[in-house]
């Protein structure tokens, strides 16, 4: 499955944080940093940034 649409759902409120977490093979903790990283990154260049794969 895409990572795009698996963040996309989470950010959608379809999946929670766990369960994007178990689809993505990220634990939670991880999962959260990757998210503040790519939010932080938004934020500075005022864009939004594709998700890495």
């Given at each position: 499955m895409d990572k795009r649409k698996v963040i996309g759902a989470y950010r959608r409120g379809l999946i929670t944080t766990q369960e994007c977490a178990q689809i993505?093979?990220?634990d939670n903790v991880e999962l959260l940093g990757h998210m503040r990283e790519a939010r932080a990154s938004r934020?500075?260049?005022g864009k939004k940034q594709s998700v890495r794969t």
């Open positions: 993505l093979g990220l934020t500075k260049t």
